[in-house]
C-alpha cells in the first residue's frame, strides 16, 4: 500500500503531465493566423486540426484504458506521454495541412489513455471521501496548460515562427514521460463480485457490460459532460480569434487576454471539487446538483457575454465564466469512479472521454469553424449557453440515481490520507 508522500508525489508528477498534455493539445490555436497564412487554411480547417487530436481519443481511449486497468498504469502512462511529444514535435516540420492533420491525430493517440489512468490512479491513492476535491486539484492542470499553451504559442510564433512554438512545449513532456515510467504502480484489482452464495466470484464480461448500460447515473453525467465539454472547448479554441478579430488584438496579445480568462479555471476547477465534497457530507448526490448549478450559471454569463455585452463588462464576464465554466469537471469525473467496480475505473472514465469527444470537444472547434465562416465568430458563439441549460437538466435529472447506483467501498485503515 503506498503511503501519504507517494501518493502526493504521484499527484504532482500527474498534474505536470496533463498541464503538459494541454499545452501540446491547444497551442495550435493560437497559431491559427499563421497557418492560414502560410498554408490557406480556413477557419473550418483550422478547427479540424483541433477535431484531429479528439478523433484519435475517441477511437483509442477504450482499448488503451483496458490496457492501463489490466496492465502497468505507470508504463502505459509513460509510454503515451512520449508519443504525443514526439507527435507535438513532428508538427513543427509539417509542410502541409494533410501533415499537420496527420500529426495532430498521433498526438491524440498518445493522449488517448492519459486521463483514464490518471484517473484511475488517483482514485486508487486518496480515499473516496476527498475524491472530488484531489480530481479538482488535478484538472486545474488542463487551464493551466491550456493557457500556457495559447499564451506561449502566441508570443513565440509572433517573436519567432509558428514552428518554433511546437518544438518549445514538446520537450518537457518527453522529459517527464522517463521519469514517470519508473515511479511505483499499484496493483491491478481483480473484476470479482459477490454471488448468490455471498461468495466473491469471478465477474463475466456480460457483468462488466451491465455496469455502464444499466446506470443512469452515469448516462446522464457523461452526457451532461459532453455538452459542457463542447461550450470549454469552443471557448478554448475561438477565443483568441474572437478578440483578434473584434477588438483588432495582434495575434500574441489577443491569446494572452483568452488565455487570462481560460486561465481561471485553475480556480474554478479545485473550488467545484471542494465546494460539491463539502455539500456531499449533507446532500449524497451533491457531486451531480452542485455541477447543474455550475453549468446553469455558466449558461446565464455566456448569454449575456455574446448577446449584450462588449468591451471590459463583456471581458469581466467572461473571465467570471472562465470560473464557473469548469467547476463541474471534478464532480463529474469522481461520478464515474464512485458508480463502477474499482477495477473498472479507467474503463469508466474512457467511456466518458469517448462521449465527450463524440459528442462535445472532437464536434466543437469544427462546428464553431464553420458558423464563424458563414455568419462570424460572433454569432457563432451565442449558441453556447443552449449547451449550458441542457446539461443542467441532464445533471438534475441523474442526480435521482446516484444513491441507487454508488458502489459503497470498505475504508481500509491502511488506506493513504491526504491533507485535510
Known amino acids: 500500500m503506498i503511503n501519504k508522500k507517494q501518493s502526493w508525489t504521484i499527484f504532482w508528477l500527474l498534474f505536470l503531465l496533463y498541464m503538459f498534455d494541454y499545452m501540446d493539445r491547444m497551442v ?19 478547427g479540424l486540426l483541433v477535431s ?120 518537457p513532456g518527453l522529459l517527464l514521460a522517463i521519469v514517470f515510467y519508473f515511479v511505483k504502480d499499484y496493483k491491478t484489482i481483480a473484476l470479482t463480485q459477490k454471488g448468490n452464495t455471498g461468495k466473491e466470484i469471478k465477474m463475466q464480461f456480460i457483468d462488466m457490460v451491465r455496469q ?67 455539500w456531499m457530507k449533507k446532500k449524497e448526490n451533491a457531486r451531480l446538483v452542485f455541477p447543474a448549478i455550475s453549468s446553469l450559471l455558466t449558461g446565464i454569463l455566456l448569454f449575456f457575454a455574446f448577446s449584450f455585452f462588449s468591451g471590459t463588462i463583456q471581458y469581466l464576464v467572461l473571465l467570471l465564466t472562465g470560473i464557473t465554466a469548469v467547476a463541474f469537471v471534478p464532480s463529474c469525473v469522481a461520478v464515474t469512479q464512485d458508480v463502477v467496480h474499482p477495477g473498472l475505473r479507467a474503463v469508466s472514465l474512457s467511456l466518458n472521454i469517448i462521449i465527450q469527444h463524440l459528442l462535445g470537444s472532437s464536434l466543437a472547434p469544427i462546428i464553431i469553424g464553420k458558423l464563424s465562416d458563414d455568419y462570424g465568430i460572433d454569432r457563432a458563439l451565442t449558441i453556447l449557453p443552449a449547451f449550458a441549460l441542457l446539461a443542467a437538466v441532464l445533471l438534475f435529472i441523474g442526480s435521482f440515481y446516484y444513491k441507487k447506483d454508488v458502489i459503497v467501498q470498505p475504508v481500509k485503515k491502511s488506506y493513504p490520507q491526504s491533507p485535510a
Open 52 to 171: 484531429s487530436v479528439y478523433w484519435s481519443i475517441l477511437i483509442f481511449s477504450f482499448p488503451v484504458s483496458i490496457l492501463v486497468d489490466r496492465w502497468s498504469r505507470t508504463k502505459s502512462i509513460s509510454i503515451m506521454a512520449a508519443l504525443w511529444s514526439l507527435a507535438t514535435l513532428c508538427c513543427a516540420f509539417t509542410k502541409n495541412f494533410s501533415q499537420l492533420f496527420i500529426a495532430r491525430a498521433a498526438i491524440g493517440i498518445g493522449e488517448a489513455g492519459y486521463a483514464p489512468g490518471g484517473t484511475a490512479m488517483l482514485s486508487a491513492s486518496f480515499p473516496k471521501e476527498k475524491r472530488a476535491k484531489i480530481l479538482g486539484l488535478w484538472n486545474a492542470s488542463i487551464p493551466l496548460g491550456s493557457a500556457l499553451g495559447i499564451g506561449i504559442g502566441g508570443f513565440v510564433a509572433h517573436n519567432f515562427g509558428w514552428r518554433h512554438a511546437f518544438g518549445l512545449v514538446a520537450l
Open 212 to 278: 455502464f448500460t444499466r446506470n443512469p447515473t452515469l448516462l446522464c453525467n457523461n452526457l451532461s459532460f459532453a455538452l459542457n465539454v463542447f461550450i470549454t472547448t469552443s471557448l478554448l479554441t475561438w477565443l483568441p480569434t474572437y478578440f483578434h478579430r473584434f477588438e483588432n488584438l495582434a495575434m500574441d496579445k489577443a491569446s494572452i487576454k483568452a488565455s487570462s480568462i481560460m486561465v481561471l479555471a485553475i480556480i474554478g476547477a479545485p473550488l467545484g471539487g471542494f465546494l460539491s465534497d463539502l
Open 28 to 46: 495550435i490555436v493560437s497559431l491559427f493566423p499563421y497557418l492560414k497564412q502560410d498554408m490557406g487554411m480556413t477557419d473550418a480547417q483550422c
